[in-house]
């Protein structure tokens, strides 16, 4: 290993502090690592078994933050071109280079290290990983980014742990409508001069732009997150991207004049067209609205489905109860098998779709909530013959757990979007008296590090 000191250049300037490492694994983000004065370099877009030159850009106490400067040797695994242009810019899409059967084999592993940290490996047996349809291209949903650089427009993300904006005209993991409409509109928002907001300062008109596509109807819903009501501007940039992309048919506007880092404000106004996207996911048809979370990947997201109902061989009698519903994707898959289904969401316009949906798809045994998952847990008579959650990263969590196993139902079926949290539910679900049937990995996000996982648990 090879380390440069600080140098004075000619011009006063110090010369970049320089590490040459040897990269001997992914860490649990994608980001290649390495070991250098007792400390552990991280090299994002580095792979394991590859030799690298990097500026170190930090050093902690523990931790040495670099940015890949050149690849001394090449690791087997690397593609052949680049992924992506930027993506040592924008460090979104760690493994965008690395070829797609090494990203499925770092997946497999990341998951099972996870789990065997904390359940007995003979507890279960994962499949392999579901590959995706789409490696690239497949992001059906994106929030963009404004900002100014000395007077230069810029749309595109933060760069990864920081608030840097980083201008993207062509992401390759974006569905290509969306690349199509961000580039519209930043032509359009240079053109007109419209103002963009300035976090330092908080003045400005533009923050985000959101943009949601159907992949099947090719068909597209934008909306335009601003610091203020705008009747002026507004309109007419919406006006001018129907005009120029048909495919959009709806506009929004949503008022967001928080000095945080929340994206969406509480406040939405339909500038033009229609107030939500209906999408076709297997045999239903959702209405997703500009603020409902839903699958960014539909099409994995459409097998996931179809999974869960093949898993669950529901024969018409079942109560099941679908915990983190959203706008009820699961649940109305599942609908069409039960007796009932109750679905509890949180968040009150998800559940305001969940509800649209169960109409537009012609299912009268389907119940939604608003409220919290335990509370409302609490609340139910009966015990269900299954319960599905799909949960945010951070898990179920103990409590909720206990409540689940307290119902007894004959089975549970868990969506789980990070594997260590995964693992501490399933520790506490087989502690409680359930053994893992099935465990199945499926790639919803290529060219990043997340891996999606469906488990289902039968009662002992």
Request: proline letters at 6%; glycine letters at 6%.
């Amino acid at each position: 290993m090879m380390k440069k000191t600080p140098e004075k250049k000619k011009t006063g300037r110090p010369k970049l502090d320089t590490l040459k490492v040897t990269i001997t694994e992914l860490d649990n983000e994608g980001v290649g690592t390495a070991r250098e004065d007792n400390l552990t370099a991280l090299v994002q877009g580095a792979f394991p078994a590859e030799t690298v030159v990097a500026e170190v850009e930090h050093r902690g106490r523990t931790h040495i933050f670099t940015r890949l400067l050149k690849i001394l040797r090449r690791s087997p695994s690397r593609t052949a071109q680049p992924g992506c242009p930027v993506e040592l810019s924008c460090l979104g899409c760690p493994l965008v280079s690395m070829q797609y059967q090494a990203q499925l084999q770092f997946k497999q592993q990341r998951l099972e290290r996870a789990l065997t940290a904390l359940i007995p490996i003979e507890s279960f047996s994962a499949l392999p990983v579901l590959p995706a349809v789409d490696t690239l291209g497949y992001r059906t949903s994106a929030k963009l980014v404004f900002a100014r650089q000395r007077e230069k427009l810029l749309l595109g993300l933060y760069r990864r742990g920081s608030h840097d904006v980083v201008d993207i005209a062509e992401c390759p993991v974006h569905h290509p409508l969306i690349n199509r409409i961000a580039t519209i509109v930043r032509e359009d928002v240079a053109r007109r001069q419209v103002s963009v907001y300035n976090p330092r300062h908080q003045r400005g008109l533009l923050r985000y732009l959101l943009i949601r596509v159907s992949p099947d109807n090719n068909r597209a819903l934008v909306t335009f997150v601003c610091h203020d009501r705008d009747y002026q501007n507004l309109p007419k940039l919406a006006k001018k991207l129907i005009k120029k992309v048909p495919e959009v048919i709806g506009v929004h506007q949503n008022i967001n004049s928080s000095s945080g880092n929340v994206i969406l404000g509480n406040e939405s106004i339909k500038l033009l067209g229609h107030p939500d996207l209906i999408e076709q996911v297997g045999d239903i048809r959702l209405h997703i609205a500009p603020e409902s979370f839903f699958q960014v990947n539909t099409r994995q997201a459409t097998r996931m489905y179809a999974l869960i109902t093949d898993w669950a061989a529901l024969s018409g009698r079942e109560t099941v109860v679908d915990l983190f519903c959203g706008i009820g994707g699961i649940a109305l898959s599942l609908a069409k098998g039960a007796r009932h289904v109750i679905g509890i969401e949180i968040v009150p316009e998800a559940v305001r779709n969940a509800k649209a949906n169960a109409t537009l798809n012609q299912l009268s045994n389907c119940r939604f909530i608003a409220g919290d998952a335990m509370t409302e847990l609490e609340r139910l008579a009966g015990t269900p013959d299954l319960v599905t959650v799909n949960p945010p990263r951070k898990g179920c969590g103990a409590e909720l757990i206990r409540h689940i196993v307290a119902l007894r139902p004959a089975q549970i079926i868990y969506v789980s979007c990070d594997p260590d949290t995964l693992a501490q539910d399933l520790k506490q679900l087989l502690a409680g008296g359930y053994q893992i049937k099935r465990l199945q990995p499926v790639d919803m996000f290529p060219q990043t590090a997340h891996i999606e996982t469906l488990v289902q648990l039968v009662a002992g």
